[in-house]
């Protein structure tokens, strides 16, 4: 996963824990590959965005399966602690990731459509690497 997402983020610095940051995007990632059956795709893609009016920049990056994809009500509850439409499963996933992200100053957003897919949208606070201070 680093080494694609350094191909999108080259040059920007995240600031943040980033065991914290590997282990919401494994949580994302492991959904996915859940939810996609044999022959099915998951893909990530990524960029910057700048916010206006104050013009801070943010890494955006999207985690999207051709899976089974979720109805409405469970795509609501997904990020609820203990939550999970599959049998055997803890509940934490998305609901951990959600919390990481939030404390980084980020935001997870879950979009999806039964028997189509689902996409993770997560954006994160960033620096450029001119803006980054000295250490």
Do not use: K
């Not at 914290?20 to 996915?32: G, H, K, P, W």
């Not at 999207?62 to 803890?90: K, L, N, Q, T, Y």
Request: hydrophobic fraction near 40%; proline fraction near 4%.
């Amino acid at each position: 996963l680093t080494n694609l997402l350094d191909a999108y983020f080259t040059g920007a610095w995240l600031v943040g824990d980033p065991l914290m940051i590997e282990a919401a995007f494994t949580a994302v990632l492991q959904n996915s590959l859940d939810a996609t059956n044999a022959g099915g795709e998951v893909s990530v893609t990524g960029g910057f965005e700048r916010h206006q009016p104050n013009g801070e920049l943010s890494a955006r990056v999207a985690v999207s399966d051709s899976g089974c994809g979720m109805e409405r009500d469970i795509v609501s509850r997904a990020m609820e602690p203990f939550f999970s439409s599959r049998r055997g499963r803890s509940g934490l996933g998305l609901s951990m990731a959600s919390r990481i992200i939030e404390q980084h100053g980020g935001l997870l957003r879950i979009s999806s459509v039964a028997g189509q897919g689902t996409q993770v949208n997560i954006t994160l606070p960033v620096i450029n690497s001119s803006e980054t201070p000295d250490r």
